[in-house]
């Protein structure tokens, strides 16, 4: 009988396979039979089953389309599994617990493919809040997003030089600061073996405190000569090498001040009076320099005085992955 509102009679229980024959039924509606047949009560599995109690009477409807038999009587208002029902419950538990097993079976084969064909790229961890780092996780983002089965995952580099690391494999892509002509870098690059993408280019800037004499509208590179830069401790940083070029440019070696602390809270809050940071100016607008109130952002008078940006990644880096080629050398 089905649990709609026939009731238990003389009349011919054969129901007919449901249309197209009996081995479609779903597994979701075997579990919802279980449901069913512990509680007898259609209201009580319905809230279980987080469903509405006429969708799962007429899934156990269905249910017995398939079957071809009922598997519920509905007699003086109660609910109770016929002889099929109680025969079909025995045999659903096991079935459920097999096909449960072979689901996960089949998820973890799945998972284990899917991970035995993606690929581990390393990228540099960034500190600076800057225009170039938007730029380069938004790079990263492109990636992964292009190519789902490239894994990127971060490392801190920053007390290595990163072109040694790309050449070596610790990492395979980077942020790289550089000054000077954009066409004599990229050739530079290129002489190297790095695959590059340009970022950005954007003004540097001076972050010294505000009653610095440098603290002026006229400010120039060759300024910097003799004046104490601030970098940390671990200074093989990117932003350092671009300073220094940027000062044999002018004609002189940079004089720095190597604080003794690779955090980046303890060393922006140990500058001393006479010395001053260099950083690209997108840097010196963020909220975390600007909490500073005795420090200024000083930009250099002249506008040609910029810094470049690159991700950088070496060229062998293509061997596996060589959808990064068609991403890099790129504007």
Known sequence: MTVDSQQNDSKDWRIPPAEGGNGSMRMSYIREFVVCARHLNMRLAADELLMTQSNLSKHIKQLELEVGVPLFSYASNR?????????????SLPLINAYENLQEGCYALDEAERHSKSRHLVAQQHSLVDKAAFWYYRFIDNLQRTYPDI?????????RIFIHELHTGNINLCLDYRFGPVDRLQQRYRKDGILFRHLCSEPIALWCDKHHFLNNPRVTPADLLNIPIMVPGDAAAP??????????AFGFEPNYLIAPTTSQPDFLNSHISSAVYVYPYSFTQTPLLRAFENMVAVRFASPSITVESFALADVRVLDEFPELGSLMNAE
């Open 239 to 248: 932003m350092k090498r671009a300073t220094t070029e940027l000062c044999h």
């Open 151 to 159: 894994n990127v995952s971060f490392a801190k580099a920053s007390r």
């Open 79 to 91: 609910l109770s599994l016929t002889p099929a029902g109680l025969h079909f419950l025995e045999g």
